[in-house]
Each structure stands twice: as structure tokens, then as C-alpha cells.
């Protein structure tokens, strides 16, 4: 098995540098979790102070966007970020990041690992993702079309479980193991439910929870997949080369990239670096002149811009 190639950080910062640079917290990943959850508290709120079809096409987005906010944040639990003390990293991002979404720290972490552990090699687990890239504008379209209109998120939620039950397990054990498995997802639904509707606002868990975790939240999810590692080459030897850094403006930011998530470079350079110092770990580089050799993008319409630049096959 070939393993990525790694840098040395002590070959090109120096001590003082790379200090600051790989400093964790004890409260800025817990003020990064409480940011994501008071903006989807407060995108949420504009709608229902201000009812009118705009105000709830912003609030879609930017929950949607919250809600991948708090899939990075398990990401950067799963590399120990979030909090110095690794009961307190988990516990966070296993059940205020994880649970919320339908995803699970603890079956997420060795996956991931792995990826960073092969990038780009054959054994990387996430190849499949970047796979299908270039591909036709018209296919980017359709896969674009399905996130928007909830067929990404039936297949992904349901799809294993209609699966099985077209094989020959009982149903009932089948029911009872997806019950098992989506249980934190379950209870936090429930509690959302239960908090809504004690205020008379039960309907917006599924307007303002459901919908956009069955819609943005996908789409934003495979822009960040294409962004990070379509057209990277396949067993790259350069370290500076295994992913894309991608420039984010103020919007991009709020609605596609948060948490620093677009400095994905860096983040496979240095994987234990806590993402709020990965801008600090680009400007360094920056400045000595290193980024030049880095696979960067402008922003990320030109990401997909390239992504789907496959020519249609003739008719």
C-alpha cells in the first residue's frame, strides 16, 4: 500500500512559527459549535419574524450551510480540534455536531483517517468522490437539480435501508438495527420537535430543519467534495498537491465554506492544525513563497467551472 507522502513542518516554519500555528484551544472550537448553532437559531428567527419567500430561500441557505458548518466541526473533531481534553473533543462533536445531522463521530474518525492516510493513493477511500470529475456541464446540472430537490438525501437517508429490505433479512430486524443505528439522529429530531412545538412552532422543524438538510445542505456538501479533491491527480507525490485550497469571499464564506473549510491544502498538510489557524498556516506560506507550487482555486465557480468541463459525446 503506498502511502501519501508527507511534509516536515519544521522544514519550512520555524519554531515560533509553527507554534502558533499548531496551538489548540479550550474554547474556540466550543465558540465555533455555539457559533453555528445560534446562526441557524437566528436564520430561523428572520423567517418567522419576517415571513415572505425570500427571507425562507435565506434561511435555507444559510442553515443548510450551518448544517455542513457542523459536519466540519465533526471533521475537525475527529482530528482532536475541537477541545484539548479528547473526552470533551468527542462528546462535542459526537452529539452537538454528528447526532444532529445523521452522522457519527465515532464511525466517521478511522474513515477518515484513512483518507488522510492515502490521499489520492488507490486505498483512499474518498477516490470514489472525486471519480466522476471532469464531467459534462449537463451532468453537473443533474446532479445540481437532485440535491435541490431532496433525491440526493432520500437516497443517502433510505436507500441502504430500502436495500435491505429487498433481501431476504426479516423486516423487523431490519427496522430494528436502523432504529438502533439512527438513534442520536432520532432523539435530536425529537427534542427539536418537542422545543418547537412547545412554542408554537412545530412546523418549523420540518420547514426549517428538514427541508434545508434535505436540499442545501447536500448540494453545499458536494461543492465542498468537489472543491477539496476533483481533478487532483491520481497517486500524487507532492504533499502540496493532494488537495485544493480554494479562495472564499464574504458570501461563499456564509453560504458554501465555513469554518475555514476552503483551506484544504493546508489542512492535509498539517491535519492536526486546528482550522482557525489554517488561514495563519496559508499566509505564512505565502509569505515565503510557497504557495505557487500549491493546487489553489480563485474561488469556487472556477472549481466547477473546470469540474465540468468535459466535452458532451457527439449525438
Known amino acids: 500500500m503506498a502511502v501519501a507522502s508527507r511534509v516536515k513542518p519544521q522544514d519550512l516554519f520555524t519554531p515560533e512559527e509553527w507554534a502558533k500555528i499548531s496551538a489548540r484551544s479550550s474554547w474556540r472550537g466550543i465558540w465555533m459549535v455555539a457559533h453555528a448553532w445560534g446562526t441557524i437559531l437566528l436564520a430561523g428567527a428572520l423567517f418567522v419574524a419576517f415571513p415572505n419567500p425570500l427571507t425562507y430561500v435565506l434561511a435555507v441557505m444559510i442553515i443548510g450551510a450551518r448544517q455542513l458548518g457542523l459536519a466540519i466541526l465533526m471533521h475537525e473533531a475527529a482530528h482532536g480540534g475541537l477541545h484539548p481534553n479528547l473526552k470533551v473533543n468527542d462528546w462535542i462533536g459526537e452529539w452537538l455536531c454528528a447526532a444532529p445531522t445523521g452522522a457519527s463521530l465515532k464511525s466517521y474518525r478511522p474513515y477518515?483517517?484513512?483518507?488522510?492516510?492515502?490521499?489520492?493513493?488507490?486505498?483512499?477511500?474518498?477516490?470514489?468522490?472525486?471519480?466522476?470529475?471532469?464531467?459534462?456541464?449537463?451532468?453537473?446540472?443533474?446532479?445540481?437539480?437532485?440535491?435541490?430537490?431532496?433525491?440526493?438525501?432520500?437516497?443517502?437517508?433510505?436507500?441502504?435501508?430500502?436495500?435491505?429490505l429487498k433481501g431476504d433479512q426479516p423486516k423487523g430486524a431490519i427496522f430494528s438495527g436502523e432504529i438502533a443505528r439512527q438513534k442520536p439522529f432520532l432523539l435530536w429530531n425529537l427534542a427539536l420537535l418537542v422545543a418547537l412545538s412547545a412554542v408554537g412552532l412545530w412546523w418549523a422543524w420540518l420547514a426549517l430543519w428538514i427541508v434545508p438538510m434535505a436540499t442545501w445542505f447536500p448540494l453545499v456538501t458536494r461543492l465542498r467534495n468537489i472543491a477539496e479533491?476533483?481533478?487532483?491527480?491520481?497517486?500524487?507525490?507532492?504533499?502540496?498537491?493532494?488537495?485544493?485550497?480554494?479562495?472564499?469571499?464574504?458570501?461563499?464564506?456564509?453560504?458554501?465554506?465555513?469554518?475555514?473549510?476552503?483551506?484544504?491544502?493546508?489542512?492535509?498538510?498539517?491535519?492536526?492544525?486546528?482550522?482557525?489557524?489554517?488561514?495563519?498556516?496559508?499566509?505564512?506560506?505565502?509569505?515565503?513563497?510557497?504557495t505557487g507550487g500549491m493546487l489553489t482555486a480563485p474561488g469556487y465557480l472556477s472549481v466547477l467551472k473546470e469540474a465540468s468541463s468535459k466535452a458532451e459525446a457527439a449525438a
Open 112 to 164: 477518515h483517517l484513512t483518507h488522510h492516510k492515502y490521499a489520492q493513493q488507490a486505498e483512499d477511500p474518498d477516490l470514489i468522490l472525486s471519480a466522476p470529475f471532469p464531467t459534462t456541464r449537463q451532468s453537473l446540472r443533474r446532479k445540481i437539480i437532485r440535491d435541490l430537490t431532496g433525491q440526493t438525501f432520500f437516497k443517502q437517508r433510505f436507500g441502504p435501508l430500502l436495500g435491505k
Open 229 to 290: 479533491h476533483a481533478l487532483v491527480a491520481r497517486d500524487e507525490p507532492d504533499p502540496f498537491r493532494h488537495a485544493r485550497t480554494t479562495k472564499a469571499n464574504g458570501i461563499e464564506r456564509a453560504l458554501i465554506a465555513p469554518y475555514q473549510v476552503n483551506f484544504h491544502a493546508e489542512h492535509h498538510m498539517f491535519m492536526h492544525t486546528p482550522c482557525w489557524n489554517l488561514p495563519l498556516a496559508h499566509r505564512l506560506l505565502e509569505r515565503k513563497g510557497l
